[in-house]
């Protein structure tokens, strides 16, 4: 019985690794494309056996301010992530709690901003920030994707306040705990995989943003990740490959780093609440 509990148990193990293999390698291939001469890339004639160069990597660090780039990423994203839960845990729990005239309407009007196209609204949002004077500053970014994901954190953290037993705040209430109170040191526990999961969402969504990053970034100074990837397909030299296979998977890297950090509570938040209401 032994032995055939640590055969199904290998068996398991070495099926689960030929799957995170098979879902890893075009992660890795782009790693390895990031890591060869230019002159590999692009030659007709299959190379089997790759030749690892750090030139792309010295390019993007050293030609180009890969640094700032990735630096007004990181700020934008986390800026954006945070209004987003400053403003949705509030709404949400309004729309879960409270019963009051027209809450059905908004909740579909929340929804509902997540169905119209984002270009409909480009020139306007331009014209916009260019008015208020935010443009090319990462507080224009911060406040775009910010709006852009707004909805679908309010509408997650509510789907899993509504599955919060209302008993426990009357009896916060009968001790006499204000409203402010019950969110801050009940509601806002008790639905934390909630708020990690509308989190990583938002961040994920935020880093794939590129049409308005690009319309409002119009400057180096406000560039992205996102953005930075379109400089190496034009020019005067061509398709930089090796650079953009690079600066993709270091966009990709935290992202992954921090779901696999978090993937209890991701997984926790993706399966309970998501389809209450």
């Known amino acids: 019985m032994r032995r055939s509990g640590r055969e199904n148990l290998f068996v398991r193990y070495l099926i689960l690794g030929g799957w995170a293999l098979f879902c890893l390698a075009p992660v890795l291939w782009f790693l390895s494309i990031g890591l060869r001469p230019r002159t590999e890339i692009i030659t007709p004639q299959p190379i089997y056996i790759p030749t690892f160069s750090l030139d792309a990597w010295t390019m993007i660090w050293e030609d180009w301010p890969m640094a700032k780039y990735l630096r007004n990423s990181v700020l934008a994203i986390i800026g954006s992530v945070v209004i987003d839960l400053v403003l949705a845990i509030p709404a949400a729990y309004s729309l879960s709690r409270y019963e009051y005239r027209g809450r059905d309407d908004i909740e579909f009007y929340i929804l509902s901003t997540r169905m119209m196209a ?6 306007p949002i331009f014209f916009l920030f260019r008015n208020a004077g935010l443009l090319d500053s990462l507080w224009a970014l911060m406040i775009v994707y910010a709006a852009i994901n707004l909805s679908l954190v309010t509408w997650i953290i509510r789907s899993y306040m509504l599955d919060i037993p209302k008993e426990l705040e009357d009896a916060a209430r009968t001790d006499g705990a204000s409203d402010l109170r019950i969110l801050w040191e009940i509601i806002i526990p008790a639905v934390l995989p909630g708020i990690i999961t509308a989190s990583v969402i938002a961040m ?11 319309l ?7 560039y992205t990740m996102s953005v930075a990837l379109a400089n190496f397909t034009g020019g005067s030299d061509g398709v930089i490959y090796n650079a953009i296979a690079l600066v993709a998977f270091i966009a990709f890297l935290p992202v992954f780093l921090v779901v696999v950090a978090i993937q209890k509570h991701l997984s926790r938040g993706l399966t309970m609440g998501a389809v209450k209401g």
């Open 118 to 123: 984002p270009a409909i609204v480009a020139v």
């Open 204 to 214: 994920i969504f935020a880093i794939n943003e590129f049409l308005f990053t690009l």
């Open 216 to 222: 409002i970034a119009s400057t180096p100074d406000a």
